[in-house]
């Protein structure tokens, strides 16, 4: 499948089983995919801030007011626009949901604490996991992100997909967090557990409450990490 039909799908929560992998390896190899995807992404979130009576005037070409002059786009905003467009005017007019989505992500989620580099009062030593987890603490997220992706890259330990994605989420990267995680899962160490938490949330950042929903079924089936609390969220989505 070619890069602008994996956004295409991404951007409609339609990617199949076989097709998330490629995904997920282009967005974390490839640049210039990344950057598309961001872009359409941006588009998305533009929308969501619209006024919906403005906007609606806007798409179906009532115009209420003389017109004013206006900043003319270029020519890849409106291509990527007609885009978002055709893919559903729906997502669009969705605003109480949108914002609704963002209000229970905000109310539930919360980085996890660190647990692998503790941090005492006093602490000088300076070697680059003390401080990646120094920054996470302090709530300097992109330098806990660029330190985490470093320790990855030369230790492969899977601790630090976790604190990474849950940096991202902070960051409101939920898109980048959500490979991580899913990495993170294949994986058997002490924070596996609470991985699912942590994916049905990034799910949720991007309004994909069908497999939020699916995820938080399973943390309440299986009983693991925060399963009370999926309990808690999984009432607040009906």
Do not use: C
């Amino acid at each position: 499948m070619n890069k602008d039909e994996l956004i295409e799908k991404y951007i409609q929560n339609r990617l199949s089983s076989a097709e998330q992998p490629e995904f997920d390896t282009l967005l974390s190899s490839d640049d210039a995919f990344k950057k598309e995807v961001e872009f359409h992404i941006n588009i998305k979130k533009v929308a969501q801030h619209e006024d919906d009576i403005a906007f609606r005037e806007l798409v179906t070409g009532f115009e209420t007011k003389k017109p004013q002059k206006r900043r003319l786009f270029n020519t890849k905003w409106l291509a990527a626009a007609s885009i978002v467009l055709l893919l559903g005017l729906s997502y669009f007019f969705n605003v109480n949901n949108t914002a609704n989505t963002n209000e229970l992500f905000n109310n539930y989620f919360e980085p996890y604490r660190n647990v692998i580099e503790p941090i005492e009062r006093g602490t000088t030593e300076q070697n680059e996991k003390t401080m990646a987890f120094m920054a996470y603490e302090k709530g300097n997220y992109d330098e806990a992100v660029r330190l985490f992706t470093n320790l990855y890259t030369s230790t492969k330990e899977p601790y630090y997909l976790f604190y990474k994605a849950n940096a991202l989420l902070k960051l409101d990267r939920a898109y980048e967090a959500l490979p991580l995680l899913k990495e993170h899962l294949k994986t058997k160490d002490s924070l596996t557990d609470k991985t699912l938490w942590y994916m049905a949330l990034a799910y949720l950042k991007l309004e994909d409450k069908a497999n939020a929903k699916k995820l938080l079924q399973q943390v309440i089936t299986e009983e693991k990490f925060n399963s009370k609390e999926a309990k808690k969220l999984l009432k607040e989505f009906d």
